[in-house]
């Protein structure tokens, strides 16, 4: 089997595992954002970003609060805002 082959699978296999757990060391997370290393350091140094340090040195990350903090700030698309635009003035047409 070609080197390269092997390497792609076992990434995979890696991604695999990291989907099932929970709580991710730093690298995981780094993996798992697609956030580098320095800028997730500069999140947690900052407080910006949801972990922990249990022993005060190495840092874990709970998926389900990634994730969330991923998605906070979420912007509305061009058919959503129109969407609502729509259904506010059928609804202040109704009033009248």
Same mark, same amino acid.
């Given at each position: ?13 890696? &991604?695999? =595992?990291?989907?099932? $757990?929970?709580? +991710? ?31 005060? &040195?190495? =840092?874990?990350?709970? $998926?389900?609060? +990634? ?30």
């Amino acid at each position: 089997m070609d080197t390269l082959l092997i390497l792609e699978r076992l990434d995979r296999l890696e &991604k695999l =595992l990291i989907g099932s $757990k929970e709580v +991710l060391t730093f690298d995981e997370a780094c993996d798992y954002t697609g956030i580098s290393r320095s800028y997730l350091y500069k999140l947690t140094a900052s407080g910006k970003i949801p972990h922990s340090k249990p022993n005060g &040195k190495m =840092l874990f990350f709970e $998926k389900r609060k +990634l994730v969330d903090w991923l998605l906070q700030n979420k912007r509305k698309s061009q058919q959503d805002i129109e969407a609502e635009a729509l259904s506010h003035a059928m609804r202040h047409r109704a009033h009248r």
